[in-house]
Structure formats: C-alpha cells, structure tokens
C-alpha cells in the first residue's frame, strides 16, 4: 500500500515537501551555531527558495530540454550559467538580507564579518572566497537531490523492465502449455478415447485459472497446487496403466503465496521428456512439502534411454529455461534449484522461500 501511494501524483508531493523540510531544518542547524535557530530560520526563508528554484529549474527542464536529447554541450554550458545565477543570487541575499540582520540583532564576536560588512558592495560581491563558499552551498542541495532523482529513476526504468521481462516470461507460458495439452487431446481423439471429453473439461479448468486469476504478482498457494492436480489429472486419463504416478502434498498451505505458474514446468517437463518418450511402462514422482519458511518440490521420473545428442534434454527447452529465468528474478535469493539427471531418472529439487499473506482483521460493529 505504502508503495503504491508513493508512485502516486500525491505521494510524490509529499517526498518533496519532506525534503525540502529536511533541507530547511539541515541548513538551520547547521547556521544557528553561529547564531541561533530562530534567526538561523528567518535567514532560510531567502535562501530556501533559490535553492528550490535553482533545483527544479534543472531537474525538470535543463535536463530534459538538453542531457535526455543529448545536447551535452549546451547541457554544461546552460549548467555553469545556472551555477553562476544562483550563486550570485546567493550572495545578494547575505550582502542584503542575513548578514545585516545577524549584525542588528546578535551579538557577533566575529570582527572579519563586523570588517567585511562596512567594505564596498563591489568588493564584496567579488570576494573569491565568500562566492566559493555561496557555489558550494547552493550545489550541495541540489546535487543531494539530484542524485536522489536519478537514482529513483534508475530503479524505475530497471523495475519496469524486470517487470517487463517477467511478463514475457509468464506470457511464454500459456502458448507453451496449450500447446502440449492439445497434442495430449490430440492423441485421445485419434484414438477416439471416451475420455476426451473430460480433457476438454479439465483444460477449461486450468485456461480460466490461468486467464482469470495469475494476473498478479502472487497467488495463493493452494491454488497453484489445484492447478498442477488439474494437469496430472490431464496426463493419468492420457496414459491411463502405463503411468505409475505418486502426487503427494504435505503440510499447511494457508496464507502461503507464490508466483503463478512457477511449479507446472517442471512437472509438465517430467511428462513430456519423461514418459511421453517411453514405450511400455514409465512412473512419475511429484511431491510438494510446505513447511513454516516455504516449500521443498521434487520432481521425478523415469526417462527412455538417450541418444547422444540428446544430451541436456530435460533442461534445454522453453519450459524449463522459462522457469529458471523467473526463479533468478523473483526469487534471486529465495530459492535454489537442484537438477540431477542419471541413466535412467530425472530429478529436480527446488527448494522456495514463501511469503506468508497477513490476513486481515476485520472489526465487528454492532449497531
């Protein structure tokens, strides 16, 4: 929630006024040493401003009317003027306003500052070192704010292609599945089985999960282990008693959340690079332990025996290259993925760190 507030046109007002609030109280602290917070204040009042000004004049127009086009030159040459005008402006404000007002109405012990007050508005205009100090105060601001700035950018743009890429991902999913469990309808038909029908049936189960309910981040877990209990129901009534099949799930799934369609790769993959390629009998082990942290799956099967190019099979088509990509960028380091393939078995362990949903609390208000 709080995210989502941030992104809005309201919340990003309000980043700004903490800011700019923060930067007022930081230039307080740090002038009242001299003086004192309240005269520290009443100077900020002048210099705050050129500050705010000095910033979005930049950020919001110099650098998208010249740097996001590429216009570097006269980037840095409108930059340096910039510089120059505001520091200028700068100095103005403590010739006129805070330098005065701090000799009226403190005591100041500084006999340089008391000196430098009665010399020629040339001389002091001019003063390198005074106009050094007025560029480093003004650039300090807005330079903080600045980065700040690119930074939220920088993590925008690399969260809108992560999330870009993720959703090609799981886009690669729904063709990918339809496209086996037609084959496997393909092949009931031919065969003119009665149990096409309830293919048919169980594939409109899963195609409105996948259509109605996995556009989100997370779904609940129960739901994803209904989803895979849909597909192994598909691939029994297709092999019927060739298929030793064990589908075990143990533990409390309540309130546990997972990506959509994370798991049904691996166990689609166990069927149609394991028992699919067989002749005679083949068996498929499926089992999904939760526990308090997450989830351990494993994924077994008998596999035909491979030829030598076949090498790397199981791992080397689009469902499983999908899966892992995800695995890397929504879990990055949440979860870890084992993959053993001998003679005659294959085998994928992955264990999955979970989050737990908060369910809500809801107050009963009696009238």
Partial sequence: MLNKFITTKTGRIVQHVI????????????????????IAARNNLFYTPLHIIYYYLVAYWLIPLFLFRKQYLKFVLSMLGFMFIITLASRLVDIFIANPYILKNYPVDDWDMKDFAKRPFLYKITSLLYFTNALKAVN??????????????????????LQAELNALKGQIHPHFLFNTLNNLYALTLNKSNEAPKVVLGLSDMLRYMLYECNTEEVPLTKEIMMLQYYVNLEKLRYEDRLDLTFNVQGDMDAKLIAPLLMLPFVENAFKHGVSEQIGQSWVNISVNVTDSGLRLKVSNSKAEALPHDT????????????????????PEDHQLKVMDDEDTFLIVLDLKLKTQVKKIENLVTA
């Fill in 140 to 161: 300090m601001v807005i330079w903080v704010a600045l980065g700040i700035k690119f930074f939220k950018m920088w993590y925008e743009r690399k969260q809108a292609a």
């Fill in 19 to 38: 800011y700019w609030i923060t930067v007022f109280l930081l230039f307080d602290s740090v002038y009242a040493i001299k003086t004192n917070f309240w």
């Fill in 312 to 331: 790397d099979k199981h791992y080397g088509h689009i469902g499983l290259q999908n899966v892992r990509k995800r695995l890397e960028l929504l879990y």
